[in-house]
């Protein structure tokens, strides 16, 4: 369901080819996030840190509508509602890199 209307979030760097604002994409079946040249498609790793403590992602929990918090589940950045158990993978909130 959350892949009918991607959402496009900065990835908080610039690309060094096109010198664009990077998106974060879904870059690899399985949940593995990128941020990318909106021009080339050209990808760049997301640290840990920048998805941790740069990125103001607001989601609410489709159970209690609180907002949701950041962590790494089995290597994937995930969003989490610790009080309803709930989670959801970045990547699956974000266009697929080949849709950017």
Same mark, same amino acid.
């Given at each position: 369901?959350?892949?009918?209307?991607?959402?496009?979030?900065?990835?908080?760097?610039?690309?060094? &080819?096109?010198?664009?604002?990077?998106?974060? =994409?879904?870059?690899?079946?399985?949940?593995? /996030?990128?941020?990318? !040249?909106? %021009?080339?498609?050209?990808?760049?790793?997301?640290?840990?840190?920048?998805?941790?403590?740069?990125?103001?992602?607001?989601?609410?929990?489709?159970? &209690?509508?609180?907002?949701?918090?950041?962590? =790494?589940?089995?290597?994937?950045?995930?969003? /989490?509602?610790?009080? !309803?158990? %709930?989670?959801?993978?970045?990547?699956?909130?974000?266009?697929?890199?080949?849709?950017?």
């Amino acid at each position: 369901m959350w892949k009918i209307y991607p959402v496009r979030i900065e990835g908080r760097s610039t690309s060094t &080819c096109h010198g664009q604002p990077t998106l974060l =994409v879904q870059s690899m079946e399985g949940g593995f /996030v990128t941020r990318n !040249c909106p %021009v080339c498609g050209r990808s760049q790793t997301v640290p840990e840190e920048v998805f941790l403590k740069d990125l103001d992602l607001w989601v609410a929990c489709p159970e &209690c509508k609180q907002r949701m918090l950041r962590r =790494v589940i089995l290597k994937n950045y995930a969003l /989490v509602c610790e009080r !309803c158990d %709930v989670f959801v993978k970045l990547a699956e909130l974000l266009p697929h890199w080949s849709d950017l």
